[in-house]
């Protein structure tokens, strides 16, 4: 990789990191409901989940970029870890469907990846950034569609892993 291209990649990086106003959310409020179209082309919309399975929405910056495509292998190759748990969890962008749906098709994705093209529902979730991205946030609903936890500190490597030690902290119960 060019030395100018290594460049413009960590300043990517780094800018997508940075929310453009620290987020008002925090652990113990409703999460704002959505209704996004996924990959597979079904719409979903998290009240759909209250009573019935925590959720976990992965928010990301952009398809088909570095850390975004380790984040995605990553809960593809170990989102068994994931399905142990009563949990639903997406990972969710402000990209176009067809982009995320070539993403999809790409990295193998098995679980719904949501667009978000609007940006409402990032914007109602602050995870926005200044380049008008999503940061890289995690959020961990329970099924009352509370937030149990919000994570901005995610190694897209180990996304999965980290996600299951989450849900277990979290106590949310395994799958029957």
Known sequence: MKKSSKVVCTLLAIFTSFSLLATDLKV???APDFKLQATNGDYYQLSDYK???????????????RGCTIECKSLVEKGHLIREYNASYFMA?????????AFAKKTGADFPMLSDPTKETAQAYD?????????????????????LKIDEDITPKTAAEDIA?????????LSK
């Open 28 to 30: 113990g409020d409703q």
């Open 51 to 65: 009573g019935k399975q925590a959720v976990v929405l992965a928010w990301y910056p952009m398809a088909n970029t």
């Open 93 to 101: 962008s402000v990209d176009p469907l067809d982009k995320n749906r």
């Open 127 to 147: 995870v926005l950034n200044i380049m008008r991205m999503a940061s890289r946030v995690t959020f961990y609903i329970s099924k009352e569609g509370k937030i």
């Open 165 to 173: 030690k989450n849900l277990q902290f979290l106590k949310v119960a």
